[in-house]
């Protein structure tokens, strides 16, 4: 955390659990002691349409809630990121999903700190067997990226989001989504 303040975008594709994803992040750091504002946006179509979610998590007072700064902005979708990637600095890292996404031209290595293309919903389908954990998958690559909260945390606050016949399932989930990360550092994804 930059001056002991992180903010965080996340956009895609209604129904792919990003919001649910922002609150359980916002809720491991409120566990950990730290500050948290949370905000969301979501088409007309609550599935299909495009959603954003925001965190700001700081040390202390926020007195802003809006991202205005992100040190990371993870996409999901084209169109996500097309309509919410405003803001995107040479402090901010960039993660796409490469399996759903086309490098977008007016990102690169000039715009932004760093661009990580992993294919996160080809991964999650390949390693776990369908699209569910998507988003659980999308929390381990930011914990593996930031550290901002604890693995324990975000794994406490994910069990109390899933349904208990799920919970396994998102725990690899948020394991697949670390090692993704750690591959990425190894095999030189990032772009």
């Given at each position: 955390?930059?001056?002991?303040?992180?903010?965080?975008?996340?956009?895609?594709?209604?129904?792919?659990?990003?919001?649910?994803?922002?609150?359980?992040?916002?809720?491991?750091?409120?566990?950990?002691?730290?500050?948290?504002?949370?905000?969301?946006?979501?088409?007309?179509?609550?599935?299909?349409?495009?959603?954003?979610a925001?965190?700001?998590?700081?040390?202390?007072?926020?007195?802003?809630?809006?991202?205005?700064d992100?040190d990371?902005?993870?996409?999901?979708?084209?169109?996500?990121?097309?309509?919410?990637?405003?803001?995107?600095?040479?402090?901010?890292?960039?993660?796409?999903?490469?399996?759903?996404?086309?490098?977008?031209?007016?990102l690169?290595?000039?715009?932004?700190?760093?661009?990580?293309?992993?294919?996160?919903?080809?991964?999650?389908?390949?390693?776990?067997?369908?699209e569910?954990g998507?988003?659980?998958?999308?929390?381990?690559?930011?914990?593996?990226?930031?550290?901002v909260?604890?693995?324990?945390?975000?794994?406490?606050?994910?069990s109390?989001?899933?349904?208990?016949?799920?919970?396994?399932?998102?725990?690899?989930?948020?394991?697949?989504?670390?090692?993704?990360?750690?591959?990425?550092?190894?095999?030189?994804?990032?772009?």
């Open positions: 955390m930059d001056n002991g303040r992180f903010e965080l975008r996340l956009t895609g594709s209604g129904g792919q659990g990003l919001i649910l994803a922002s609150i359980i992040v916002a809720e491991a750091a409120i566990a950990e002691g730290k500050v948290v504002t949370q905000s969301q946006v979501y088409g007309a179509e609550a599935r299909g349409g495009t959603t954003k925001e965190l700001i998590i700081s040390d202390r007072h926020i007195a802003y809630p809006k991202v205005t992100p990371l902005v993870a996409a999901l979708t084209n169109e996500g990121l097309k309509q919410y990637g405003g803001g995107i600095s040479r402090k901010t890292v960039v993660v796409i999903d490469s399996s759903t996404m086309a490098l977008p031209e007016s690169n290595e000039e715009a932004c700190k760093t661009l990580l293309a992993l294919p996160i919903r080809n991964a999650t389908v390949e390693k776990l067997g369908s569910l998507l988003n659980v998958v999308l929390l381990g690559i930011i914990q593996g990226l930031t550290e909260v604890s693995v324990e945390a975000l794994r406490t606050a994910v109390l989001h899933v349904k208990k016949q799920y919970v396994d399932l998102n725990m690899r989930a948020l394991d697949l989504g670390i090692e993704m990360v750690r591959e990425s550092a190894t095999t030189g994804i990032r772009i």
